[in-house]
């Protein structure tokens, strides 16, 4: 079965540190990968998604991931987080016939001043 | 638009109640999802549908039930609440590749 990998389950960094979190998946086919975003006590917002083409991705905020289909990897990277990044991050991948998303566990990410 | 819209909010049962949590999307979508959340197991799915008339299950539907009777609509019950079942439940709604989330339903059993 497909799976979606997070191994960072609790990031803290500093105001303008860089990020990156890491995010694999288990299919060779054809795959859809997304990040989702979810701030403190709210529903999940789509930071960006690869379907095909330019494997590096730019999303909402800053955010940007790259796809290396080599590794089977789509990591979130931002240059430079603020404190209002502080949220849960989750990776999430379709394969196949794309009815059902599957999401990684997540990973929390707490920016601190 | 509403977009996807879920009710209650906030829900207290005692073991071997039942309840409904309520889901209405106002975009016409065929595809709709129920998920869970678990803290540390991110998101699973347990119910699915691609159109009136049509569910499946997804990865831990054991405790629930679906129907989709329309298009808007796609209540899941929990039939004998147990305390397993407590965790934060999100709707959503997918146009192409892209989900649609509700604000979510946070239910405790006791």
């Known amino acids: 079965a497909q799976s979606v990998s997070q191994h960072n389950h609790h990031v803290i960094l500093s105001e303008a540190a860089s990020l990156e979190l890491g995010c694999n998946y288990s299919y060779g086919g054809t795959v859809n990968l997304f990040w989702y975003v979810q701030y403190p006590g709210q529903h999940l917002q789509l930071l960006l998604k690869?379907?095909?083409?330019?494997?590096l991705v730019k999303g909402i905020k800053g955010f940007e991931a790259e796809f290396i289909k080599s590794k089977f990897s789509f990591n979130l990277r931002k240059p430079s987080v603020q404190w209002s990044d502080t949220a849960e991050y989750f990776c999430?991948?379709?394969?196949?016939?794309?009815?059902?998303?599957?999401f990684g566990t997540g990973t929390r990410l707490q920016v601190t001043l | 638009n509403a977009g996807v819209t879920q009710t209650p909010k906030f829900r207290i049962l005692k073991i071997g109640q039942s309840m409904t949590l309520q889901c209405a999307q106002d975009?016409?979508?065929?595809?709709m999802y129920w998920y869970r959340q678990d803290p540390g197991m991110g998101l699973k799915l347990i119910y699915y549908s691609v159109g009136a008339g049509i569910t499946d299950k997804g990865e831990v539907p054991n405790g629930y039930n679906v129907s989709r009777s329309t298009t808007e609509d796609f209540p899941l019950r929990l039939e004998l609440a147990a305390p397993s079942q407590t965790s934060v439940y999100f709707c959503?709604?997918?146009?192409?590749?892209?989900?649609?989330f509700g604000e979510g339903s946070r239910l405790t059993v006791l």
């Open positions: 959503a709604s997918k146009l192409g590749r892209e989900l649609f």
């Open positions: 690869y379907f095909s083409g330019d494997p």
């Open positions: 999430a991948a379709y394969t196949g016939t794309a009815s059902k998303l599957t």
């Open positions: 975009m016409n979508h065929n595809y």
